[in-house]
């Protein structure tokens, strides 16, 4: 497989490269230029079939010599111990529940499988570095993944306020590999400074620099092995049309799911569940994307009023509007429905959801009410948050108690950076040549 920037069609890089240099030098996003037709492997497969056995079998059709069986299944052994698991509700809605790794969190399958892929393409080369922009969910899942791992250091800026749940023996200065800074700015200072970071060419070739937030195809293309596999878990269950409903901030599983229709996966629709904030609900019905004003809502992950892929959205419609819009179906759900959603699925279901599992819930019923899918549509709807990790939202709107794992409580330890500077590009370079 190749991948082409979102601006121009040439040059083409391979996926190796784009997974080490994650961004175009003309300012787009790295996007797969062909894709391969999967679709016999995955009727191949049933619900007995592991994940990793899954990603050893379609890595290789999907990357097209990125990578060869033989290293698929190695870095799947390397990057989980952990697997998505598909709960059947009723006969019109399913959940996916991908908060089975080592922090609760869906970002872990993508970020465990570039930590794992990184560590492969860096045997025997130069050290890699990775800066990325965290905040306190995605910082303690990078961190644990990148920890440990042989030629790669991991930078995380994050902005004002604490950051928590990371291990201080795996910061650089006590012999680790893992170097957090806080930026006295916002999260849009730290994503502008990751990209300012590795367009420093001089300073990006001295460190071999890339990222592992979603600018990097790298951590992007694997959120979806998770709905392949969601698929060949249900395929045999229902006969009726297959949705997913998404929860959507920075668009990332969006896109990943889009990816996973491109390369063969039946699918019917896809549900983009925006919170009040409802970035690209009028892009997406075919107006003009304007940016509006930030609300803070209680499913504050969704909080993005200017999604990070953007342009790898467009991409897809560029390509084909008529079909985009006839699949991808946006909701826009407010905090009241999502609370009151947390009490209804707990109550019928006995199953506790988060915040943003909430949003794709309420948007799966309103979507499946508007255009009449009731009964001839099943929903897989993506919870992508353990609902430990917002007790007290979960126990107020369920009226239960909930029980919160270990992993979940080591979350919650606050923890010191390195360094404290201003959102400057002098200063972050500064604070990380300092440590080597």
């Given at each position: 497989?190749?991948?082409?920037?979102?601006?121009?069609?040439?040059?083409?890089?391979?996926?190796?490269?784009?997974?080490?240099?994650?961004?175009?030098?003309?300012?787009?996003?790295?996007?797969?230029?062909?894709?391969?037709?999967?679709?016999?492997?995955?009727?191949?497969?049933?619900?007995?079939?592991?994940?990793?056995?899954?990603?050893?079998?379609?890595?290789?059709?999907?990357?097209?010599?990125?990578?060869?069986?033989?290293?698929?299944?190695?870095?799947?052994?390397?990057?989980?111990?952990?697997?998505?698991?598909?709960?059947?509700?009723?006969?019109?809605?399913?959940?996916?529940?991908?908060?089975?790794?080592?922090?609760?969190i869906f970002k872990d399958f993508g970020i465990a499988f570039l930590s794992a892929i990184l560590e492969e393409f860096m045997k025997g080369r130069e050290q890699s570095m990775i800066v990325s922009a965290?905040?306190?969910?995605?910082?303690?899942?990078?961190?644990?993944?990148?920890?440990?791992?042989?030629?790669?250091?991991?930078?995380?800026?994050?902005?004002?306020?604490?950051?928590r749940g990371l291990d201080p023996s795996s910061f650089v200065q006590n012999g680790g590999n893992?170097?957090?800074?806080q930026v006295k700015g916002t999260f849009d200072d730290c994503q502008r400074l990751v990209v300012e970071t590795i367009k420093d060419r001089e300073f990006s070739a001295r460190y071999n620099v890339t990222s592992s937030n979603t600018i990097n195809p790298g951590r992007l293309l694997p959120q979806v092995f998770y709905y392949l596999y969601a698929f060949i878990q249900i395929k045999n269950k229902f006969s009726k049309d297959l949705f997913f409903s998404v929860p959507c901030g920075n668009f990332g599983n969006?896109?990943?799911?889009?990816?996973?229709?491109?390369?063969?996966?039946?699918?019917?629709?896809?549900?983009?569940a925006m919170n009040i904030n409802n970035a690209f609900g009028d892009y997406i019905r075919g107006n003009t994307f304007r940016p509006k004003p930030l609300v803070t809502t209680n499913?504050?992950?969704?909080?993005?009023s200017v999604p990070l892929n953007y342009e790898r959205l467009a991409s897809f419609y560029e390509e084909a509007p008529a079909v985009m819009r006839n699949i991808v179906y946006p909701a826009s759900i407010d905090d009241d429905l999502t609370l009151?959603?947390?009490?209804?699925?707990?109550?019928?279901?006995?199953?506790?959801?988060?915040?943003?599992?909430?949003?794709?819930?309420?948007?799966?019923?309103?979507i499946s009410a508007e255009y009449k899918l009731k009964g001839q549509a099943h929903t897989v709807v993506l919870a992508t948050g353990h609902p430990a990790r917002e007790a007290n939202i979960t126990m107020e709107a369920a009226g239960q108690g909930i029980e919160i794992?270990?992993?979940?409580?080591?979350?919650?330890?606050?923890?010191?950076?390195?360094?404290?500077?201003?959102?400057?590009?002098?200063?972050?370079?500064?604070?990380?040549?300092?440590c080597f």
């Amino acid at each position: 497989m190749q991948f082409r920037s979102t601006k121009s069609n040439f040059p083409l890089v391979s996926y190796k490269d784009a997974v080490l240099n994650c961004l175009p030098d003309d300012g787009g996003l790295y996007v797969p230029d062909q894709t391969a037709d999967i679709r016999k492997l995955l009727f191949s497969m049933n619900e007995q079939t592991t994940f990793n056995d899954m990603l050893s079998a379609v890595a290789p059709s999907i990357l097209e010599g990125g990578i060869n069986p033989v290293s698929a299944s190695k870095i799947a052994a390397s990057a989980y111990n952990f697997e998505p698991e598909l709960i059947s509700l009723d006969e019109n809605f399913s959940l996916l529940k991908l908060y089975n790794g080592p922090t609760g969190i869906f970002k872990d399958f993508g970020i465990a499988f570039l930590s794992a892929i990184l560590e492969e393409f860096m045997k025997g080369r130069e050290q890699s570095m990775i800066v990325s922009a965290a905040r306190a969910d995605t910082a303690v899942s990078m961190a644990h993944a990148f920890n440990g791992r042989k030629g790669i250091s991991l930078v995380l800026l994050y902005p004002s306020g604490q950051i928590r749940g990371l291990d201080p023996s795996s910061f650089v200065q006590n012999g680790g590999n893992i170097i957090p800074i806080q930026v006295k700015g916002t999260f849009d200072d730290c994503q502008r400074l990751v990209v300012e970071t590795i367009k420093d060419r001089e300073f990006s070739a001295r460190y071999n620099v890339t990222s592992s937030n979603t600018i990097n195809p790298g951590r992007l293309l694997p959120q979806v092995f998770y709905y392949l596999y969601a698929f060949i878990q249900i395929k045999n269950k229902f006969s009726k049309d297959l949705f997913f409903s998404v929860p959507c901030g920075n668009f990332g599983n969006l896109i990943a799911g889009l990816y996973a229709w491109k390369f063969g996966m039946p699918v019917n629709g896809f549900i983009a569940a925006m919170n009040i904030n409802n970035a690209f609900g009028d892009y997406i019905r075919g107006n003009t994307f304007r940016p509006k004003p930030l609300v803070t809502t209680n499913s504050p992950s969704l909080d993005v009023s200017v999604p990070l892929n953007y342009e790898r959205l467009a991409s897809f419609y560029e390509e084909a509007p008529a079909v985009m819009r006839n699949i991808v179906y946006p909701a826009s759900i407010d905090d009241d429905l999502t609370l009151q959603t947390i009490e209804q699925v707990y109550k019928k279901y006995g199953v506790y959801i988060d915040s943003n599992t909430a949003v794709a819930f309420a948007a799966a019923k309103a979507i499946s009410a508007e255009y009449k899918l009731k009964g001839q549509a099943h929903t897989v709807v993506l919870a992508t948050g353990h609902p430990a990790r917002e007790a007290n939202i979960t126990m107020e709107a369920a009226g239960q108690g909930i029980e919160i794992p270990d992993s979940i409580l080591a979350l919650k330890k606050i923890c010191d950076p390195i360094a404290i500077i201003p959102p400057q590009l002098d200063t972050v370079e500064s604070a990380i040549a300092s440590c080597f």
